[in-house]
């Protein structure tokens, strides 16, 4: 059965695709005049999807090469200290050789000695350095790391330092510079400013020792979890299964049990029991109460010499003159420092070479994620005008067909 036709339908019909031919003609219009061809997500779903990909990800590079660039700021500032620090533990190593001379004397050696007290104070200073209100060798600490304690000489009327503390933590400040990677951009003083492996020997012995709760204690920073049951042997395979430069073995050459800790790499072991745990101050290695470092046991065994301590007993020995120290054990341990400081400084660098890389290659990402974009959004000026004077084309031809058809009347049958 054939459907009534009439001249209202065709008109209808006639009117509805010259609409839709005007607004595919407007479109391609407008793509080229704005030269973008996604302005809502329905002109093309998969192209505003892919949009909205490289939009987010520009912006997550734009994000990590800021992080990039603060850590190569603190980075480079932390190397210019180091080369600082250097020369000045250069300087005091000099100083110590020609302390060592037997042709000077007592109050030669002690003149090099104001010197080399000089000397520390401007390390110090390096120690305490800040970068934006933040301390670069204190861990997450903001304070000052290093606490200093001035007195006056017992050999000269002069005000030296006699004790600097490190005062900071353990913490690591991490930058991420990719989706899946980040840069460590501080260093800890507590490591840092070392100059021998630290061994801590407990005061109390373990033998037959049990934990009697589930508790925790920390070394350097790292929790170990202490299960009801534990005794001191399984407490010292759980120590030595964590990944930090400590190692921890007993000590029975007295007949009883001793906990004993000890640094694979120069730097005060920092211990804390967690909580109302009490396991290291039972085993007499800290006494509660007491904020870490300065927590150690008094009666506990602490063998251990900061790069500071080192300084200090230099400068010492020459002010009393003591020339065979200063030409042994005292250039021996200087070195010990000096060799460190170099170690970190290579640190330091790796980790500045490996920003700049990744800043070159996130900035060259930039490059082909904007190309990309641009050309996912933007207009193909060859096809949109092919399209453009297609549409003309038929839009001319519509209108010219709907003219006559638009014209007829029954009158124009009827003849």
């Known amino acids: 059965m054939i459907g009534r036709v009439t001249q209202n339908s065709i008109s209808n019909e006639f009117l509805f695709y010259l609409k839709d031919r005007m607004v595919e003609m407007n479109k391609r219009q407008t793509d080229l005049t704005s030269m973008i061809k996604i302005r809502i997500p329905e002109d093309d779903p998969v192209g505003t999807t892919m949009s909205m990909q490289f939009q987010s990800r520009l912006k997550e590079i734009e994000t990590f090469i800021r992080n990039i660039e603060e850590g190569e700021a603190k980075l480079n500032l932390m190397d210019s200290n180091l080369q600082s620090a250097t020369d000045i533990l250069q300087r005091i190593r000099e100083i110590t050789v020609q302390a060592a001379n037997g042709v000077y004397t007592k109050n030669d050696t002690q003149k090099m000695a104001i010197e080399v007290d000089q000397l520390i104070r401007e390390l110090i200073n390096i120690a305490n350095s800040y970068y934006k209100q933040s301390s670069l060798y204190g861990g997450y600490k903001t304070d ?61 012995p373990g033998t037959g020792f049990v934990a009697d709760r589930d508790t925790s204690f920390k070394i350097d920073g790292i929790e170990v979890k202490v299960s009801k049951g534990d005794n001191l042997e399984t407490i010292v395979e759980k120590i030595n299964n964590l990944k930090i430069p400590v190692k921890a073995y007993i000590d029975n050459s007295t007949g009883n049990n001793f906990l004993v800790l000890e640094s694979t790499i120069p730097h005060n072991i920092t211990i804390e029991d967690v909580g109302d745990g009490d396991v290291m101050e039972r085993l007499g290695i800290i006494r509660k109460g007491v904020p870490s470092p300065l927590n150690y046991n008094p009666e506990a065994k602490v063998y251990v010499m900061s790069l500071f301590d080192v300084l200090i007993k230099i400068r010492d020995d020459m002010l009393a003159g003591r020339q065979q120290n200063l030409g042994g054990e005292d250039l021996f341990l200087i070195d010990n420092g000096i060799d460190n400081f170099l170690r970190y400084r290579a640190e330091v660098g790796a980790r500045t070479e490996r920003l700049k890389i990744v800043n070159l290659r996130l900035n060259t990402d930039i490059v082909y994620l904007k190309d990309i974009l641009a050309k996912t959004q933007a207009t193909d000026i060859p096809q949109t005008v092919t399209e453009l004077k297609l549409l003309e084309l038929t839009h001319q031809a519509g209108l010219q067909v709907g003219a006559k058809l638009m014209g ?4 124009n049958f009827l003849r």
């Open 144 to 204: 000052l790391p290093f606490r200093v304690e001035y007195g006056l000489s017992e050999e000269t009327d002069h005000e030296v330092v006699k004790k600097v503390v490190y005062m900071g933590d353990d913490g690591t400040i991490q930058r991420q510079i990719d989706t899946w990677d980040t840069v460590q951009i501080n260093l800890n003083g507590n490591r840092l400013f070392a100059s021998e492996n630290m061994i801590i020997r407990s005061s109390t």
């Open 408 to 411: 007829l009347s029954l009158l």
